[in-house]
């Protein structure tokens, strides 16, 4: 109540009184003055996130940049490829399994989405998020060039088409250990506090529009009396995949490990995204320093 009316003093005197005492009788040593600064950046954060909620508000200042990163977290999971999942029955026909098999694969394939996101459970404690990001849409793009490389081959046999849906496994699995869960993590913890719920739906609004846009160009890619392209539609989706990775190593920060406050600070003294693991920060003062 006392620093809510700036009477910081009267805070400081009253924290002292709160102190607990060690099995001695002696008072724990506390620093106050960081106690009460860190208390005085609580306050001013719940008086922020009072203010300026409106949907303009998420492209102004640093809520522009967190807005920004947001919407492409989302939009790299349909970036990344995942358009050929969605049609993997299809893809798997066209790769030149028969029916029946393409389907089983199908069934294959989404048995191994659950166990993938099992996986990511255990791992998001240990890895930070943009390390998985990385790692995940390196994975993604080297399997999907896989993919468009096989289909190169003209008259595949049977070994080769089983060769090519063995490879969209492989890209189901590392998709749903590192791009497919860890998009949530990153699309909740990059924007603002006051701006979360409205960051977060232009987020999504971002993803839906690349998800009408690729999930209307895909069937047309693996179309044999359309664009044609069969297997090798892996190399389009290994380009966008690529610039995907590109934009996460340039503007996807480290979130794991971090506060809401130290967030805000990083965004605010405009750290960039490579360096937020490795920048320490002082919510007491505000500032940041490079380690």
Same mark, same amino acid.
């Given at each position: 109540?006392?620093?809510?009316?700036?009477?910081?003093?009267?805070?400081?005197?009253?924290?002292?009184?709160?102190?607990?005492?060690?099995?001695?009788?002696?008072?724990?040593?506390?620093?106050?003055?960081?106690?009460?600064?860190?208390?005085?950046?609580?306050?001013?954060?719940?008086?922020?996130?009072?203010?300026?909620?409106?949907?303009?508000?998420?492209?102004?200042?640093?809520?522009?940049?967190?807005?920004?990163?947001?919407?492409?977290?989302?939009?790299?999971?349909?970036?990344?490829?995942?358009?050929?999942?969605?049609?993997?029955?299809?893809?798997?026909?066209?790769?030149?399994?028969?029916?029946?098999?393409?389907?089983?694969?199908?069934?294959?394939?989404?048995?191994?989405?659950?166990?993938?996101?099992?996986?990511? !459970? *255990?791992?998001?404690?240990?890895? =930070?998020?943009?390390?998985?990001?990385?790692?995940?849409? $390196?994975?993604? &793009? /080297?399997?999907?060039?896989?993919?468009?490389?096989?289909?190169?081959?003209?008259?595949?046999?049977?070994?080769?088409?089983?060769?090519?849906?063995?490879?969209?496994?492989?890209?189901?699995?590392?998709?749903?250990?590192?791009?497919?869960?860890?998009?949530?993590?990153?699309?909740?913890?990059?924007?603002?506090?006051?701006?979360?719920?409205?960051?977060?739906?232009?987020?999504?609004?971002?993803?839906?529009?690349?998800?009408?846009?690729?999930?209307?160009?895909?069937?047309?890619?693996?179309?044999?009396?359309? !664009? *044609?392209?069969?297997?090798?539609? =892996?190399?389009?989706?290994?380009?966008?995949?690529?610039? $995907?990775?590109? &934009? /996460?190593?340039?503007?996807?920060?480290?979130?794991?490990?971090?506060?809401?406050?130290?967030?805000?600070?990083?965004?605010?003294?405009?750290?960039?995204?490579?360096?937020?693991?490795?920048?320490?920060?002082?919510?007491?003062?505000?500032?940041?320093?490079?380690?």
């Amino acid at each position: 109540m006392q620093l809510r009316h700036q009477k910081f003093d009267e805070a400081k005197h009253n924290l002292s009184r709160l102190q607990s005492r060690n099995k001695d009788g002696l008072d724990i040593d506390i620093d106050l003055d960081k106690a009460v600064a860190l208390m005085k950046v609580t306050v001013a954060q719940e008086k922020e996130a009072g203010t300026g909620t409106r949907y303009i508000d998420c492209f102004k200042g640093n809520d522009l940049r967190r807005t920004l990163t947001a919407s492409a977290v989302w939009a790299m999971q349909i970036l990344s490829g995942t358009g050929l999942r969605v049609y993997s029955t299809y893809f798997y026909q066209q790769a030149g399994l028969a029916t029946t098999q393409s389907f089983n694969m199908s069934l294959i394939q989404y048995a191994l989405a659950v166990f993938g996101v099992w996986i990511a !459970w *255990a791992m998001l404690p240990h890895f =930070g998020r943009r390390t998985l990001y990385l790692a995940g849409l $390196s994975g993604l &793009a /080297t399997t999907l060039l896989i993919i468009g490389g096989m289909g190169c081959v003209n008259n595949p046999s049977s070994a080769l088409s089983w060769a090519i849906g063995s490879m969209l496994l492989v890209y189901t699995v590392i998709y749903d250990i590192t791009v497919g869960p860890i998009c949530y993590s990153l699309v909740s913890e990059i924007p603002s506090s006051r701006l979360r719920s409205k960051s977060i739906a232009l987020a999504r609004i971002t993803y839906q529009l690349f998800n009408i846009l690729f999930g209307t160009l895909t069937p047309y890619m693996l179309n044999p009396s359309q !664009w *044609a392209l069969g297997a090798k539609t =892996g190399f389009v989706f290994a380009g966008t995949c690529l610039i $995907s990775l590109t &934009a /996460t190593i340039f503007f996807v920060p480290e979130t794991k490990d971090r506060s809401y406050a130290e967030l805000n600070i990083l965004f605010r003294e405009k750290v960039p995204a490579w360096r937020f693991k490795t920048t320490e920060v002082d919510i007491a003062t505000g500032s940041v320093r490079s380690r």
